[in-house]
T-cell receptor, first 114, second 111 residues
Framework: AQKVTQAQTEISVVEKEDVTLDCVYE???????LFWYKQPPSGELVFLIR??????QNEISGRYSWNFQKSTSSFNFTITASQVVDSAVYFC???????????FGSGTKLNVKP | DGGITQSPKYLFRKEGQNVTLSCEQN?????MYWYRQDPGQGLRLIYY???????QKGDIAEGYSVSREKKESFPLTVTSAQKNPTAFYLC??????????FGEGSRLTVL
């Protein structure tokens, strides 16, 4: 069975602090994909990143970075120098079987205070 | 602009009524999905369709129905059999690189 766990329900930080959102996944498939999505107050989920199981290289995009470690089944997301606009709910997701189904974590609500 | 359009954004339903949520996409994507989101919870899959005239039940299909008569359209009907329909509903389609594209959602409230 597939499962995604985001143990942090809600995190509050002050602007310019760094923050890491944790994601732990479970799957027996050797080929799978991991995603992060951002859900601002407007409600629409916005795609941030996709990683396949064969690519453990970490990625940096501006203030965002992702750490994928198969050894610990984790795909953590770090925001450096957080800003108020980063306030949102962030979801980690797992996909297998040629993207037929996606499995979402319960989300982490990030509050960035000025 | 290309994207997913959901309507209505807000919908109120009396108990015992069926309601239909619209989802239209102009991205030329084959696969489309309906998710339900409850406060503090992740997204749960209701139905998905990989091709026109075909769809499969997701994890929480009871009390819901869908159709896929056109590639662009994937409406969701919340029937009176759904005992707790108040929720936020999200429609999505999948691009060729595997990421989901979402609409802005429809918030259904049962009065």
């Amino acid at each position: 069975a597939q499962k995604v766990t985001q143990a942090q329900t809600e995190i509050s930080v002050v602007e310019k602090e760094d923050v890491t959102l944790d994601c732990v996944y479970e799957t027996r498939d050797t080929t799978y994909y991991l995603f992060w999505y951002k859900q601002p107050p407007s409600g629409e989920l916005v795609f941030l990143i996709r990683r396949n199981s064969f690519d453990e290289q970490n990625e940096i995009s501006g203030r965002y970075s992702w750490n994928f470690q198969k050894s610990t089944s984790s795909f953590n997301f770090t925001i450096t120098a957080s800003q108020v606009v980063d306030s949102a709910v962030y979801f980690c997701a797992l996909s297998v079987y040629n993207f037929n189904k996606f499995y979402f974590g319960s989300g982490t609500k990030l509050n960035v205070k000025p | 602009d290309g994207g997913i359009t959901q309507s209505p954004k807000y919908l109120f339903r009396k108990e015992g009524q069926n309601v239909t949520l619209s989802c239209e996409q102009n991205l030329n994507h084959d696969a489309m999905y309906w998710y339900r989101q409850d406060p503090g919870q992740g997204l749960r899959l209701i139905y998905y369709s990989q091709i026109v005239n075909d769809f499969q039940k997701g994890d929480i299909a009871e009390g819901y129905s869908v159709s896929r008569e056109k590639k662009e359209s994937f409406p969701l009907t919340v029937t009176s059999a759904q005992k707790n329909p108040t929720a936020f509903y999200l429609c999505a389609s999948i691009g060729i690189t595997g990421e989901l594209f979402f609409g802005e959602g429809s918030r259904l409230t049962v009065l």
